[in-house]
């Protein structure tokens, strides 16, 4: 059986490029043949774009009537398939004569908010839809819409390994953010983390020797560092910039818990912002670390609120009274971890990825 994987340029590193692979490699291992197509630049500027583009819908004309099913890793490469259904009559002489089972996985922002009904129709078009999260799942089926069936399949993680020795949390503590530092994508919460920092420091309630490492690089880095430096907070922030995934993995292991308090927003209008899933959060738990994130997005889905981290309003004084709580209780800190580490073991592994990726895809007859 041969699956058609489309994607985006798969060497550059982003959160979707990764899945991409990481489904390949599932499907491959299952014994299934598996085409990946991305649309790539083919020279420099505009017209290595277009070139890119155009070598892209060559090659999906050639291998859609040959694939049994075909997977789209966001719903923005859907369009090229509508492109294309009126050469469905060329698809006897060049070997299948049933349109291919028509899939699409679903992350967060593209599907949220505004944004949907600009995809609705080819969403519509698909045998079905995979969504990141239960969160990103049921954001789609409260609107209007008659939705083919989205079943859910959880992202994995696998930067650490699932074998990585579970090592105890530093302390004094470290507090480790791992995002994008980008003007559009301030709903990540580093603000928040500064106005609650300062808010102890106020308090005269910021331990002396606390630490918060911040990786990521963006074109909002100055501006963070600028508001970092205005509210006297430089000694306990470090920003690392972008790291190697090795030194990620350091950071990871010698941090005390993973500090990512995204927000959820969707009013009508405005751009939605939030977490799809968030594999660091996963991450952060394959390394025996709770996670701090906001009640609302696909976090959601992995951690659970005082057992393996914890779950608040998007609100500096929140924010400070957990992190007043948290700070001052290291065994309770090292066996949430431990218990963020057995549920990643139990929900999140790679065979149960590989199982539920492959119901997602295959009829029921097939799996």
């Not at 301030?186 to 309630?205: D, E, I, M, N, P």
Request: proline share 8%; charged share 25%.
């Amino acid at each position: 059986m041969r699956i058609l994987l489309l994607s985006y340029d798969v060497s550059r590193r982003g959160g979707i490029e990764r899945l991409t692979l990481q489904v390949r490699e599932a499907l491959t291992r299952q014994g299934l043949s598996v085409t990946l197509l991305c649309p790539r630049p083919r020279g420099p500027g505009v017209l290595g774009r277009w070139l890119g583009r155009l070598a892209f819908l060559l090659a999906l004309g050639l291998w859609l009537p040959r694939s049994h099913a075909v997977l789209s890793m966001h719903a923005l490469l859907l369009p090229p398939l509508r492109w294309l259904e009126p050469l469905r009559w060329l698809a006897g002489p060049w070997g299948r004569q049933a349109s291919p089972r028509r899939l699409c996985w679903l992350h967060g922002l593209e599907v949220w908010g505004d944004a949907l009904p600009q995809a609705r129709e080819d969403l519509c078009r698909c045998d079905g839809l995979i969504a990141s999260s239960r969160f990103t799942r049921d954001r789609v089926r409260e609107r209007p819409g008659r939705w083919p069936p989205i079943r859910v399949v959880h992202p994995m993680a696998n930067l650490l390994g699932e074998e990585a020795p579970l090592t105890p949390p530093p302390w004094p503590p470290v507090l480790l953010s791992v995002s994008r530092l980008a003007s559009n994508e301030r709903y990540k919460g580093h603000r928040l983390v500064l106005a609650a920092l300062a808010l102890l420091r106020s308090r005269s309630q910021l331990p002396a020797d606390l630490r918060w490492h911040v990786v990521g690089e963006g074109d909002d880095r100055p501006a963070l560092e600028r508001e970092c430096a205005a509210l006297g907070l430089q000694p306990w922030v470090r920003f690392l910039g972008g790291l190697s995934d090795g030194e990620l993995v350091e950071q990871l292991r010698g941090c005390s818990l993973l500090l990512l308090p995204s927000a959820y927003d969707a009013r009508p209008g405005c751009r939605a912002e939030g977490e799809g899933f968030g594999i660091v959060y996963l991450e952060a738990a394959w390394a025996g670390r709770p996670s701090i994130g906001c009640r609302e997005g696909g976090q959601s889905d992995l951690i659970l609120d005082g057992e393996t981290g914890w779950l608040i309003e998007p609100d500096p004084a929140a924010l400070a009274e957990l992190l007043t709580a948290v700070l001052t209780r290291p065994r309770a800190l090292a066996s949430m971890g431990a218990r963020a580490r057995q549920r990643a073991e139990a929900h999140f592994g790679q065979e149960r990825f590989a199982s539920e990726l492959r119901q997602a895809i295959l009829p029921s007859g097939q799996r």
